[in-house]
Structures are given as structure tokens and as C-alpha cells.
Nanobody, 126 residues
Framework: QVQLVESGGGLVQAGGSLRLSCAAS????????MGWFRQAPGKEREFVAA????????YLADSVKGRFTIFRDNAKNTMYLSMNNLTPEDSAVYYC???????????????????WGRGTQVTVSS
């Protein structure tokens, strides 16, 4: 069983920055592909970013490329999402997810991920 806990969300003005964290339980964190998804009210869950087990491969959705960075610290069982130049369109609940089997991170399919956190709210004011 894997437990994922997100933190770091909050209210920020447009143009501001936030760093989200996802702390994972379990000794095998290092083997998991990890991803970030988000869901705004009335919208479907949307892929944001993913990282391979080593962090050597990362993939970002077009909507966040150049503004967001995903990285992980396997020694701390933690994944991060650094978000810069935020816009109101980035407002959503952000979820981290773990895939216990190999996935194509570029596909960004939520169904590939086995474990999910409860989410952290990000609100960007204009």
C-alpha cells in the first residue's frame, strides 16, 4: 500500500509562484513513476507533469511548459512541482499519483496510475 500526501497549495496572485510537495510512504518509492494532475471545478482531471523513477525523464503538459518543473528526491520519498508565473487558469486541486508499473509518461493517462493523494488546492487570483 502506498500513501501520498500533497502539500504546498494556497492562494497566490497571478505571476506568483508555489512549490507543491508529494510525500510518499513505502520503501519502493524509488521504483514508481510519479505524476501530477489537476482538476478545476466543472472540468475533467487534467495531466500536468510526470517523472520517471529516477527523475531522468520528465514530461510536462504543453499548458505548463516553461513555467512548471517536476522533480523528485528519492532519498526523501518526495516529489515536487515548482510552479512559476501562475495564472488564474492554473487554479485547481492538484493531485499527485504513483504508478507501480512502467508507463509512458508522455501519454499522461490517469488510468496508468495506481495510487492517488487527496489533493491540495491552488488558487491564483487575478
Amino acid at each position: 500500500q502506498v500513501q501520498l500526501v500533497e502539500s504546498g497549495g494556497g492562494l497566490v496572485q497571478a505571476g506568483g509562484s508555489l512549490r507543491l510537495s508529494c510525500a510518499a510512504s513505502g520503501r519502493t518509492f524509488i521504483t514508481y513513476t510519479m505524476g501530477w494532475f489537476r482538476q478545476a471545478p466543472g472540468k475533467e482531471r487534467e495531466f500536468v507533469a510526470a517523472t520517471s523513477w529516477s527523475g531522468a525523464q520528465t514530461y510536462l503538459a504543453d499548458s505548463v511548459k516553461g513555467r512548471f518543473t517536476i522533480f523528485r528526491d528519492n532519498a526523501k520519498n518526495t516529489m515536487y512541482l515548482s510552479m512559476n508565473n501562475l495564472t488564474p487558469e492554473d487554479s485547481a486541486v492538484y493531485y499527485c499519483a504513483a504508478a507501480t508499473s512502467a508507463v509512458n509518461i508522455a501519454e499522461g493517462r490517469a488510468d496508468d496510475y495506481d495510487y492517488w493523494g487527496r489533493g491540495t488546492q491552488v488558487t491564483v487570483s487575478s
